[in-house]
């Protein structure tokens, strides 16, 4: 038997959580949820996940603080991560931006609010399954 591949969703909106583990749970994945960077810093390093959806906007630990982390640790640094924001990709003064997103070595970035089927599609894509 194949074993089931792992995603870590990581956002503070429990609702969107609940809503992205359900759909990603229907597909045949095996889900793990942490509701800010710093718990989803400690869930990765307790068990690596085989893919991060990110948020970026969190209390504690942004998403891209936490994906600056992986990104620069050879444990971790081989794990695709999708960036989620609710901040609109066009606006260049904040540092949420697209643009942004990118150069932090995310592998895939959708805006909010992003269907939960965007969100299977880009962790089917990065895990080519």
């Known amino acids: 038997m194949i074993?089931?591949?792992?995603?870590?969703?990581?956002?503070?909106?429990?609702?969107?959580?609940?809503?992205?583990?359900?759909?990603?749970?229907?597909?045949?994945?095996?889900?793990?949820?942490?509701?800010?960077?710093?718990?989803?810093?400690e869930r990765v390093k307790a068990a690596p996940p085989d893919c991060i959806v990110l948020d970026v906007m969190m209390p504690e630990m942004d998403g891209f603080k936490v994906c600056q982390e992986l990104k620069k640790d050879e444990k971790f640094c081989?794990?695709?991560?999708i960036m989620l924001t609710a901040v609109a990709s066009h606006v260049s003064s904040t540092r949420y931006s697209h643009y942004d997103g990118m150069s932090m070595?995310?592998?895939?970035?959708?805006?909010?609010?992003?269907?939960?089927?965007?969100?299977?599609?880009?962790v089917r894509n990065l895990l080519n399954v």
């Open 3 to 41: 074993a089931k591949k792992r995603i870590l969703v990581v956002d503070d909106e429990p609702d969107f959580v609940a809503i992205v583990q359900s759909n990603l749970e229907k597909e045949g994945f095996e889900v793990d949820v942490a509701y800010n960077g710093v718990e989803g810093m």
């Open 78 to 81: 081989e794990i695709p991560i």
């Open 105 to 122: 070595e995310a592998d895939d970035y959708l805006a909010k609010p992003a269907s939960a089927e965007q969100i299977t599609t880009s």
